[in-house]
């Protein structure tokens, strides 16, 4: 099945806006998962009580609301909450270009691919090569689903990937975890843990070498278990294709040379906000509803 794109964006490289489309760089549906069901084999309903007369409340009748103080929300209504997903960035801002490897795989989170969309094809394989000879990688932001992000974008031979990085407060210390610190190890015990490496040693990843081995055992334990059936996969609507259009790509890097600013440095002051126009409303932690399984079972 063809690659489904999930966003058309662009991605600022100084005064080039490369237009690019966003795909999943991972498939979650992988994942073996298991209905629940009555003990007569048929499905059973999710239901929402309210607690405060404990009648079931349809779907139709929810709205979601944020909690600002104990038990008091503000109500957002369906067409503000997708204005706030609208109001978030189409554009992914480089704002520095560091060492490949500066970054502890530590922090990374989800992972996407970047492809090239209408008429970016050329100022996108000049930033894949320029990247590559360079060495690094950028630092970008991008705002999203009303949730701001710290992402890398880094070049491979096949294109850009770019990585979400979480943000300190989200990755935990393992200083915490209090690790008792012994004595080094004697040299006899360091020679021969340095052999052991050694000899099992090899000089780079190769993920088609690897097996999800119980996930082929339960697999294997549910063929024995079902006849008849077949799995149906669900369609996903795919987002309309846009693309900017770069005018000059020379001129632009060389107009984008005269206003680099190196990270750290003083940025220029902000221009001054008119007079009665309208400020952006400020984004609320919205639950996002639970994404539908991209495969069924159907008798």
Not at 75 to 88: D, V
Not at 123 to 143: D, E, F, H, I, V
Not at 145 to 158: F, G, I, T
């Amino acid at each position: 099945m063809a690659a489904r794109s999930i966003a058309s964006l662009s991605l600022g490289f100084g005064l080039v806006s490369i237009p690019v489309k966003l795909y999943s760089a991972t498939e979650s549906s992988a994942t073996i998962r298991f209905n629940l069901l009555s003990k007569d084999g048929s499905r059973v309903k999710q239901q929402y009580i309210s607690e405060k007369d404990q009648t079931v409340v349809p779907r139709t009748e929810m709205v979601k609301g944020y909690e600002f103080e104990k038990d008091r929300y503000v109500i957002f209504k369906p067409e503000e909450l997708k204005a706030l997903e609208e109001g978030g960035s189409h554009v992914i801002d480089i704002v520095s270009f560091i060492p490949e490897q500066a970054v502890d795989p530590l922090y990374y989170d989800k992972a996407y691919f970047l492809a090239p969309d209408k008429r970016g094809g050329k100022p996108y394989n000049l930033l894949k090569a320029a990247m590559q000879q360079s060495g690094r990688c950028a630092l970008a932001r991008w705002a999203w689903k009303s949730k701001q992000y710290v992402v890398q974008v880094r070049a491979n031979d096949d294109g850009l990937v770019l990585q979400q990085l979480l943000f300190a407060d989200e990755v935990r210390s393992m200083k915490d975890l209090e690790i008792e610190q012994l004595p080094p190890p004697s040299a006899a015990e360091l020679k021969l843990a340095l052999q052991l490496i050694e000899q099992i040693s090899a000089d780079d990843y190769e993920p088609t070498l690897f097996e999800d081995e119980e996930k082929k055992r339960i697999l294997v334990a549910i063929d024995a278990k079902i006849a008849g059936q077949e799995v149906v996969a669900v369609e996903h609507p795919e987002d309309a294709a846009a693309g900017a259009q770069v005018i000059d790509l020379t001129e632009m890097l060389r107009a984008s040379l005269g206003r680099a600013v190196k990270p750290g440095a003083k940025q220029p002051a902000p221009a001054v906000e008119s007079k009665g126009a309208k400020r952006a409303p400020r984004a609320a932690k919205v639950a996002e509803a639970a994404p539908p399984a991209r495969a069924r079972m159907k008798k």
